[in-house]
C-alpha cells in the first residue's frame, strides 16, 4: 500500500508534496501520512500537512511560488542581501506598493511602444534610494516574467554589487574602457529572469566614460536580449553623470525620500530632465 500512495502524491501534488520533498522539509514517510489526513478529512496538501505539525505556512507559501514560477528567497538562502525586500518578503504590504509601481510603469512606459526597454532611476540627491528601488524594482519586474537586467551605473558610489552579492571586480567601467564586453553580466541563479551588471572598479573619470559613445552600443545590444533594463545612476544634483544616463535611456523615474528630501530640488531635477528632451514617466515618494 505505500509505494501506491508515494506514486499517487508526486502523480497528483507535484505541486506541493514533491516540491517540499525535494526541497528537504518532508521525507516521503511524512508525505505519505498527509496524503492520508488529506483524503481522510478532505483537506487540502498544505493544510493537512499543517495540522500534522511537519511544514509551517512559510514552507508552503514558498512551494507554491516554485509551483506557479514565482521565485523568492528565504532568509539565509543566498547573497542577496535582506535589504532587497521584494526577495524575500513578496507578500508584504511594501511589496505590494512596488507590484503597483510597477504596473503603472508597464502602462505609462514599457508597454507603450515596443522598443522601449530602458528606465533611469534618479533623485536629486544621495539617500533618497535610488538603489535600493532600482534592486527591488528589478525583482518585481523579473518575477513578472520580465528578462530584468540592472546596470549599475553609479560610478562613484555603486550599490548594487553589495545588494546582490555579484563580484564587483569587473562591470560596467571596464565594459566602457574598452576592457570588457556583455557577458560581464551577472546572472541571479536564485532569481530567474534577472541579471546585474555591476558598476566594476571605481574610475577616475565617469562621466567622461559614460558619455562614450560605447554605452549607447552596449544599450542597444541589451535591448535585443532583456524586457526590461533599469539604470541606477548617482545623485543628479552633484553629478551630470544622472542626466547622460537618463538621456540614453530616454526615461527616467525620479525618487524622493519622505522627510529627507527637498520638493523644490526634486521639481528641479525633473525640470532639468525634461529639458534634456527626457519623459519623466513619474516621482515616487520612498519611506524605506
Known amino acids: 500500500m505505500n509505494a501506491p500512495a508515494t506514486s499517487e502524491l508526486i502523480a ?22 498527509i496524503f492520508r489526513v488529506q483524503r481522510e478529512e478532505g483537506l487540502r496538501f498544505g493544510d493537512a500537512a499543517i495540522k500534522l505539525g511537519l511544514v509551517t505556512e512559510a514552507d508552503i507559501q514558498r512551494a507554491l511560488s516554485r509551483q506557479f514560477d514565482y521565485p523568492y528567497l528565504q532568509r539565509g538562502d543566498g547573497k542577496v542581501t535582506e535589504a532587497v525586500i521584494a526577495a524575500y518578503e513578496p507578500f508584504s504590504p511594501q511589496v505590494e506598493s512596488l507590484r503597483a509601481l510597477r504596473s503603472q510603469l508597464m502602462l505609462r512606459w514599457f508597454d507603450t511602444e515596443p522598443e522601449r526597454r530602458t528606465l533611469a532611476i534618479t533623485s536629486p540627491a544621495r539617500g533618497e534610494g535610488r538603489s535600493w528601488l532600482t534592486a527591488n524594482m528589478g525583482v518585481v519586474f523579473s518575477q513578472l516574467g520580465e528578462r530584468t537586467l540592472i546596470i549599475d551605473a553609479d560610478l562613484r558610489n555603486p550599490r548594487q554589487h ?60 541589451f535591448a535585443r536580449e532583456f524586457d526590461v533594463i533599469l539604470i541606477d545612476t ?25 522627510n529627507l528630501s527637498r520638493m523644490r530640488q526634486v521639481r528641479r531635477h525633473a525640470d532639468m530632465l525634461r529639458h534634456a528632451s527626457v519623459a519623466v514617466v513619474g516621482t515616487v515618494l520612498n519611506d524605506h
Open 234 to 258: 548617482p545623485a543628479g544634483g552633484l553629478y551630470a553623470d544622472s542626466q547622460t544616463l537618463a538621456v540614453r535611456a530616454s526615461a527616467a523615474l525620479v525618487v524622493a525620500q519622505r
Open 12 to 33: 497528483n501534488e507535484r505541486s506541493i508534496g514533491a516540491i517540499l520533498v525535494d526541497a528537504g522539509r518532508l521525507s516521503t514517510e511524512d508525505a505519505e501520512r
Open 162 to 221: 553589495e545588494l546582490f552579492g555579484v563580484d564587483n571586480r569587473a562591470g560596467l567601467s571596464a565594459a566602457l574602457a574598452g576592457r570588457g564586453t556583455p557577458d560581464l553580466v551577472e546572472r541571479i541563479p536564485a532569481l530567474r529572469d534577472l541579471s546585474v551588471l555591476p558598476a566594476g572598479a571605481v574610475p577616475p573619470n565617469p562621466q567622461e566614460l559614460l558619455a562614450r559613445p560605447i554605452f549607447a552600443r552596449l544599450l542597444q545590444e
